[in-house]
C-alpha cells in the first residue's frame, strides 16, 4: 500500500492510521502557532509578555471562580459522589500489601441521619456550628497559643472548615490547602444552608478505614441505618472523629471511651437536640 506524505512535513504514514494534517507533529505544530499568534505585540513586532501573562491570569481566574462556584452550587441540591480523601485512600490501599482496597460510602439526605448524630458532631468537633459563619475565631486563638508551647499540635477547624476540606480539597497539609479551605468555607456558607453543610459533612467524613458517612459507619458498626442510631451509638462514632484511622469503634481505647462520655455529657447540656431555627448554643466545658 502506498504512503501519503504531507506535504507540510517529511513524516510519512499510512492513510488509514494517519490522514493527512492529523499526524501528532502537524497537530501540535498548528498548537503552537496558535498560541504564538495569540501574544499580543507591539507595532515594532516585540512580543508584549507581560501583557499576555496579565491576560493569562485574569482567564485562569475567572475560569476558577467559575467552576468553583458552580460546583458549590450543583452540590447544593445534589449528592457527593466522591471525595478526593476517598480517591487517595483507595490509592494508599492500592499500594499496602497488608490492607484490602475498601470504599463503603452511602449518601443520604438529612431526613435519613439520626438527630443524635447530628447533636454529637456539634458537641464533640464545633459547639459554635450554628452561630459562626464557618470560623471560630476565639478557637483560633486558643490552639495558637497551644501549639506555640506545645509539640502535640491543637486544631481549631470548624464544622465548615472540615467539611469545605472534605469535599473540595486535597488531604496534606500546606498553607496553600490552608488558604482555598478559607475560600471554600466561606462559600459554602454563603450558599448552603447549615442543614446543608451538616448534610454534607456527615456523609463525607472518615469513621474508619475505607468507611465514608454516617450511613456506611451505621451498616457497617451496627447493622442499621444511619436514621436509626441512638445516642451511645451517635456519641461513640463522634468519639473517633480527631483520627479515625488510630481511634476505633469496633475496639475503643480508654481514651475514646472518656472521650465518649464527654460527648454525651455535653450533649445532655444541649437538652437532646439541635434546633436550626432557633440556635441555643449552652455554655462549653472544655474536654
Request: hydrophobic share 40%; aromatic share 14%; proline share 6%.
Amino acid at each position: 500500500m502506498s504512503n501519503v506524505q504531507n506535504p507540510k512535513s517529511n513524516i510519512q504514514c499510512p492513510p488509514y492510521i494517519c490522514p493527512p494534517n492529523l499526524h501528532p507533529v502537524n497537530i501540535f505544530a498548528r498548537i503552537l502557532r496558535r498560541w504564538y499568534r495569540s501574544i499580543p505585540q507591539d507595532e515594532f513586532g516585540r512580543l508584549l509578555w507581560g501583557k499576555y501573562f496579565r491576560r493569562l491570569f485574569f482567564k485562569l481566574t475567572l475560569w476558577f471562580f467559575g467552576i468553583t462556584i458552580g460546583f458549590t452550587l450543583l452540590y447544593a441540591v445534589l449528592p457527593i459522589p466522591v471525595t478526593p480523601l476517598m480517591i487517595e485512600r483507595c490509592w494508599q490501599q492500592a499500594w499496602d500489601d497488608e490492607r484490602n482496597v475498601r470504599l463503603k460510602h452511602d449518601w443520604v439526605s438529612f431526613g435519613e441521619i439520626s438527630p443524635h448524630l447530628q447533636l454529637a458532631v456539634v458537641c464533640a468537633e464545633d459547639q459554635d456550628f450554628l452561630e459562626h459563619e464557618g470560623f471560630d475565631f476565639e478557637a483560633i486563638e486558643k490552639a495558637y497559643k497551644y501549639n506555640k508551647n506545645h509539640k502535640r499540635k491543637k486544631g481549631a477547624s470548624t464544622i465548615s472548615q472540615q467539611t469545605a476540606k472534605n469535599v473540595f480539597l486535597w488531604p496534606s497539609r500546606s498553607w496553600i490547602r490552608k488558604g482555598f479551605e478559607v475560600y471554600f468555607t466561606f462559600l459554602i456558607e454563603t450558599v448552603w444552608s447549615k442543614e446543608r453543610i451538616m448534610t454534607a459533612y456527615l456523609n463525607s467524613i472518615e469513621f474508619g478505614d475505607g468507611i465514608y458517612g454516617a450511613e456506611a459507619a451505621a451498616r457497617h458498626f451496627y447493622g442499621k441505618n444511619a436514621k436509626t442510631l441512638n445516642r451511645q451509638e451517635a456519641a461513640m462514632l463522634a468519639s473517633v472523629l480527631p483520627n479515625p484511622l488510630i481511634f476505633k469503634v469496633e475496639s475503643p481505647s480508654s481514651k475514646v471511651l472518656q472521650r465518649k462520655q464527654w460527648v454525651l455529657s455535653q450533649m445532655r447540656m444541649w437538652g437532646g437536640k439541635i434546633d436550626y431555627d432557633e440556635p441555643n448554643t449552652p455554655k462549653k466545658s472544655d474536654k
